[in-house]
């Protein structure tokens, strides 16, 4: 079983910048494709970015809100993923959450019940 522990929330004012981190153990972390999703109160679990890997290269999907303003990255020598978040803005406000799977569906990638592993999650909160 892969243990994911997310860190770097915080509280930021409207336009400012967070690195979120999800460091995996228990795992082959080359081998993980790990996502980030968020859950704002009174809403659903949505996606926000993920990071698997190609034959040749890494790959990164982003939901559109974040396109842009998020850039997701990885440190295997660290067994980490990261994601910088620029001109975050108060609709950013929710807990962020990473999770895992072993080469899931591609096209899957955007729904949480494809992964089988979470972390805990960091609360990100944008003041206006």
């Known amino acids: 079983q892969v243990q994911l522990v997310e860190s770097g929330g915080g509280l930021v004012q409207a336009g400012g910048s967070l690195r979120l981190s999800c460091a995996a153990s228990?795992?082959?972390?080359?081998?993980?494709?790990i996502g980030w999703f968020r859950q704002a109160p009174g809403k659903e679990r949505e996606f926000v970015s993920v990071?698997?890997?190609?034959?040749?290269?890494?790959?990164?999907d982003y939901a559109d809100s974040g396109k842009g303003r998020f850039t997701i990255s990885r440190d295997n020598a660290k067994s980490t993923l990261y994601l910088q978040m620029n001109r975050l803005q108060p609709e950013d406000t929710a807990l962020y959450y990473c999770?895992?799977?072993?080469?899931?569906?591609?096209?899957?990638?955007?729904?949480?019940?494809?992964?089988?592993?979470w972390g805990q999650g960091t609360q990100v909160t944008v003041s206006s």
């Open positions: 990071s698997w890997s190609g034959p040749y290269t890494w790959h990164a």
């Open positions: 228990g795992g082959t972390f080359t081998s993980l494709s």
């Open positions: 999770a895992a799977v072993y080469r899931g569906d591609v096209s899957a990638y955007r729904a949480p019940n494809t992964y089988d592993s």
